[in-house]
Nanobody
Framework: QVQLVESGGRLVQAGGSLRVSCSAS????????MGWFRQAPGTERDFVAA????????AYADSVKGRFTISRDNAKNTVYLQMNDLKPEDTAVYYC????????????????????WGQGTQVTVSS
């Protein structure tokens, strides 16, 4: 129903910045809350950030607050994750996900509530 494709992941140095993107196609007529999650080698997938369809409500994991910013451009069917002051521990595959929203201001941190997932993009931060 909805296809998500992440892009922009690459190797960066610690302290650097990177913006990854998630483009949606298919059924983009409905309102979707969007989230970013990441999975490092040998770990489970963790919540990173989420944003409501309206863009006015966001949430972040404690580990990225003040460094990462989630945003979206509904006209372009794209959600972004701006990552600043990157650290080696940020190294992971970053996934975007879409959740059919109850309202324009709805979002969730719960992974199991998301309906669609992308394939991920690799972000590697060197020391």
């Amino acid at each position: 129903q909805v296809q998500l494709v992440e892009s922009g992941g690459r190797l960066v140095q610690a302290g650097g910045s990177l913006r990854v993107s998630c483009s949606a196609s298919g059924d983009t007529f409905n309102r979707y809350a969007m989230g970013w999650f990441r999975q490092a080698p040998g770990t489970e997938r963790d919540f990173v950030a989420a944003v409501s369809w309206s863009g006015g409500f966001t949430a972040y994991a404690d580990s990225v607050k003040g460094r990462f910013t989630i945003s979206r451009d509904n006209a372009k069917n794209t959600v972004y994750l701006q990552m600043n002051d990157l650290k080696p521990e940020d190294t992971a595959v970053y996934y975007c996900a879409a959740d059919l929203a109850l309202s324009s201001n709805y979002f969730t941190r719960v992974q199991d509530e998301y309906d669609y997932w992308g394939q991920g993009t690799q972000v590697t931060v060197s020391s």
